[in-house]
């Protein structure tokens, strides 16, 4: 099992940055890919961001292209998502993912643990 904890949410003007961390516990993340989704009020939860377990591939909801970034940190055990030039459309609560290798990345369902969230809201 592994256990995922978001961090580094809250409310940001528009225009300024987020951290988000997804820090995990349990089992090493370093053979899991990792992915961030969000889901805004009324909305189906959607892509973000993902990262291969080996870091060799990357991929973005077009919409955040060049405004965020998701690192992972495999001797911590963690995974970040940098996110600046936010806009009020950015707002949601955002998730973080695991999935082990073979899963489709941009794909929600194919990730087998999730965390509890965190609240991102931009106000214009």
């Known amino acids: 099992q592994v256990q995922l904890v978001e961090s580094g949410g809250g409310l940001v003007q528009a225009g300024g940055s987020l951290r988000l961390s997804c820090a995990a516990s349990g089992r090493t993340l370093s053979r899991y890919a990792m992915g961030w989704f969000r889901q805004a009020p009324g909305k189906a939860r959607e892509f973000v961001a993902a990262i291969h377990w080996s870091g060799g591939y990357i991929y973005y909801e077009d919409s955040v292209k060049g405004r965020f970034t998701i690192s992972r940190d495999n001797a911590k055990n963690t995974v970040y998502l940098q996110m600046n030039s936010l806009k009020p459309e950015d707002t949601a609560v955002y998730y973080c993912?695991?999935?082990?290798?073979?899963?489709?990345?941009?794909?929600?369902?194919?990730?087998?643990?999730w965390g509890q969230g965190t609240q991102v809201t931009v106000s214009s």
């Open positions: 993912a695991a999935g082990l290798p073979g899963g489709r990345l941009r794909v929600g369902d194919d990730y087998d643990y």
